[in-house]
């Protein structure tokens, strides 16, 4: 079996680009609490940016609710303002000691609205893969002619790279289908 710098490489890029889709899809609020939603905000605490989970507990008491607790109560507003300055669209709900987030019930509309968005991500990420593949096939072939690999070693490279294709793409399938019914299903 043939082994080649090219097909690690492709292969390698092609599992960087599946944690990138999970990490979008982890993004997308599908009506259902999850703290994930929050990984990108960052608080301005003591003079630097900082992010929300590094200052304050994220818990989940409720289906649809998210709490904040801060590790210092004198971050309650900075992390309310940075909220507020998010594209969540969530209000945030400040008692003085926690922060309470309400994740609203999807309207049908909105549901198709967000799948369509999973889908579109997905698709990125299969075009991306199938960009690493289209640069994989390019290296072997130049690795070919100028004759670091035989006539039989391209096809069977070829056949791995398609093969690493195929398994990534079904990978990308597996993940956009459970966030849509994730989502469909709320």
Same mark, same amino acid.
């Given at each position: 079996?043939? !082994?080649?710098?090219?097909?690690?490489?492709?292969?390698?890029?092609?599992?960087? %680009? $599946? #944690?990138?889709?999970? /990490?979008?899809?982890?993004n997308?609020r599908a009506?259902?609490?999850?703290?994930? $939603?929050?990984?990108? $905000?960052?608080?301005?605490?003591?003079?630097t940016? =900082?992010?929300l989970?590094? =200052?304050?507990?994220?818990?989940i008491?409720?289906? /649809?609710?998210?709490?904040? %607790?801060?590790? !210092?109560? +004198?971050?309650?507003?900075?992390? #309310?303002?940075? $909220?507020?300055?998010?594209?969540?669209?969530?209000?945030p709900?400040?008692d003085?000691?926690v922060?309470?987030l309400?994740?609203?019930?999807?309207?049908?509309? /909105?549901?198709?609205?967000?799948?369509?968005q999973?889908?579109?991500?997905?698709?990125? +990420?299969?075009?991306?893969?199938?960009? =690493?593949r289209?640069?994989?096939?390019? !290296?072997?072939?130049k690795?070919?002619?100028?004759? !670091?690999?035989?006539?039989d070693?391209?096809?069977d490279?070829?056949?791995?790279?398609?093969?690493? +294709?195929?398994?990534?793409? %079904?990978e990308?399938?597996?993940?956009a #289908?459970?966030k #849509?019914k994730e989502?469909?299903?709320?």
């Amino acid at each position: 079996m043939t !082994d080649n710098v090219a097909l690690s490489k492709a292969k390698e890029n092609m599992t960087k %680009s $599946i #944690e990138v889709l999970n /990490r979008e899809l982890a993004n997308i609020r599908a009506g259902k609490a999850n703290a994930s $939603i929050l990984n990108n $905000i960052k608080v301005f605490y003591y003079g630097t940016e =900082v992010p929300l989970n590094q =200052v304050a507990s994220i818990n989940i008491p409720e289906a /649809r609710v998210l709490l904040i %607790s801060p590790y !210092d109560k +004198t971050a309650l507003d900075d992390i #309310e303002h940075a $909220i507020n300055a998010s594209d969540l669209g969530l209000n945030p709900a400040n008692d003085g000691d926690v922060i309470r987030l309400v994740i609203p019930q999807l309207t049908g509309e /909105r549901r198709q609205e967000i799948a369509k968005q999973v889908g579109k991500e997905a698709e990125e +990420t299969r075009i991306a893969v199938r960009n =690493v593949r289209r640069d994989a096939m390019d !290296d072997i072939k130049k690795q070919q002619k100028n004759g !670091d690999i035989t006539e039989d070693g391209l096809h069977d490279l070829e056949d791995q790279i398609q093969k690493a +294709t195929d398994n990534a793409v %079904s990978e990308i399938n597996k993940l956009a #289908e459970a966030k #849509e019914k994730e989502i469909t299903e709320g």
